[in-house]
């Protein structure tokens, strides 16, 4: 079964951090691309980072640059989100996704949902005042 399971989301207060993970079952990341999508309360779904399976190449959006970390460990097949300096419009549900779209990390399209074959269940990121 493939499947991606998302945990170490929790309470922080602002300037806190968490570290989330990714763990895949049933097919290897290595050979996907890799993001994690956050959605608030009433707002829409975004993507904010996302990393080459096979080379560990990354990409951010600008609201997360300089305090999100993407990586990977390919033989414990997961993939993390370090998450420092968080703020309160950090807060929402954290879901990571893969897709085996060649190509995808830099193309204009890498956080576009429709891209992705798989998702996670998502994991509560809050971050308090």
């Known amino acids: 079964q493939l499947q991606l399971v998302e945990s170490g989301g929790g309470l922080v207060h602002s300037g806190g951090s968490l570290r989330l993970s990714c763990a895949a079952s049933g097919f290897t990341l290595e050979y996907y691309t890799i993001a994690w999508f956050r959605q608030a309360p009433g707002k829409e779904r975004e993507g904010v980072s996302c990393i080459a399976g096979s080379d560990g190449r990354t990409n951010y959006k600008d609201s997360v640059k300089g305090r999100f970390t993407i990586s990977r460990d390919i033989a414990k097949n997961t993939v993390y989100l370090q998450m420092n300096n968080l703020k309160p419009e950090d807060t929402a549900v954290y879901y990571c996704?893969?897709?085996?779209?060649?190509?995808?990390?830099?193309?204009?399209?890498?956080?576009?949902?429709?891209?992705?074959?798989?998702w996670g269940q998502g994991t509560q990121v809050t971050v308090s005042s």
């Open positions: 996704a893969a897709s085996g779209k060649a190509g995808l990390l830099f193309s204009y399209s890498v956080y576009a949902g429709g891209e992705y074959d798989y």
